[in-house]
């Protein structure tokens, strides 16, 4: 590994910190080297916060040292007023001579503007360093700007037996078929996603919360479909932990493609990703309309003999396993 693919893998590290914290805006990370030395860094946190490059300017102790050293910065600086100022801008007031970036921004708004940008005030601009990784850093933001849907994870869990839920059961709450660790995992699913959906029986027959209640961290924005109005308004989630966006046949068509309405819908609304939890039909409406990028699925001891079935993954994919104590997860991505 040479030096500049050492820090901007720094980069990608920090930018991490804000992941599920800067909707609509993507995960950004910044170094600034002297001497081969890190002399400041810093990560974007929050939409309408400052940006990675001025976190990391602002954390030089010695600001005589800018005109002497390089900025590193996961993805192009921007170089339109936003929320904030153009990066670009401080980058060259600061005197910066040298900038690596490790990948272009596909925003419309930005997309070579900012490389150009420094280019045109003499600045030396290095792209493409660690590009794949920086890809997959930003895969919620690129497949947003570039798909014009969200980034979607599909999402559940089956027992040994390929069931994911019992024929019947006596209460309104979900039935586990994962242990205590899975489900806190989930939890930490759900904050670093922007939403979450649900069909209609699922919130029928579980009422669940779709909080982020075992993990720090953002509730995602509830979606759940409801074609004829048919869930309660006392159901968990019409309180006010999160917001909640119903989706009726006032919003979307449910005879055509319903995944790419969904998308289409949640695209409008300005959601990047979104998790599916279920149940088996909502889950196989988007496997089977090829609208998906990644499914988790864990798979449990127990057996239930009968009941639902667990949806059916098909087409081209690529897929890693591990365990979690007694449990099975699979990680699905789509090629």
């Not at 500049?4 to 995960?27: D, Q, S, V, W």
């Not at 170094?31 to 400041?40: D, H, K, M, R, S």
């Not at 974007?44 to 002497?68: D, F, T």
Request: glycine share 6%; hydrophobic share 35%.
């Amino acid at each position: 590994m040479n030096s500049n693919e050492k820090y901007i893998k720094r980069c990608i590290e920090l930018a991490k910190n804000g992941l599920g914290t800067t909707y609509p805006n993507p995960l950004v990370g910044s170094v600034i080297v002297y001497n081969n030395e890190i002399i400041g860094e810093g990560w974007h946190r929050k939409s309408g916060e400052p940006h990675a490059e001025v976190n990391a300017i602002n954390s030089v102790k010695n600001k005589s040292l800018l005109s002497k050293s390089t900025i590193y910065v996961s993805l192009e600086p921007c170089s339109h007023f936003g929320k904030t100022p153009p990066c670009c801008d401080l980058i060259i007031e600061s005197k910066i001579p040298n900038v690596v970036i490790g990948t272009i921004d596909p925003f419309a708004k930005v997309a070579g503007a900012g490389i150009k940008k420094l280019i045109e005030h003499g600045k030396n601009v290095t792209v493409g360093i660690l590009e794949d990784e920086c890809n997959e850093l930003n895969k919620r933001f690129f497949t947003f700007h570039t798909k014009n849907r969200p980034y979607i994870i599909l999402k559940w869990a089956e027992s040994s037996d390929e069931f994911i839920a019992p024929l019947s059961k006596e209460t309104q709450k979900p039935f586990w078929i994962t242990n205590e660790y899975s489900r806190q995992l989930v939890h930490k699913w759900r904050s670093e996603e922007q939403a979450i959906l649900v069909g209609t029986n699922t919130v029928i027959d579980d009422n669940p919360s779709l909080t982020t209640r075992d993990w720090t961290g953002n509730n995602p924005i509830r979606i759940v479909l409801d074609q004829n109005n048919r869930i309660s308004k006392e159901s968990h989630i019409f309180d006010n932990q999160a917001k909640t966006i119903s989706i009726s046949k006032e919003n979307i068509n449910f005879n055509n493609n319903l995944a790419l309405e969904i998308s289409n819908l949640l695209f409008n609304e300005g959601i990047q990703s979104l998790i599916v939890e279920g149940g088996r039909q909502t889950l196989q409406t988007f496997i089977d309309a090829n609208v998906w990028d990644e499914a988790r699925v864990f798979k449990g001891e127990i057996s239930l003999t009968e009941g639902t079935k667990a949806p059916i993954i098909s087409g081209k994919k690529t897929k890693k396993e591990q365990f979690l104590k007694d449990e099975l997860l699979t990680f699905f991505n789509h090629d």
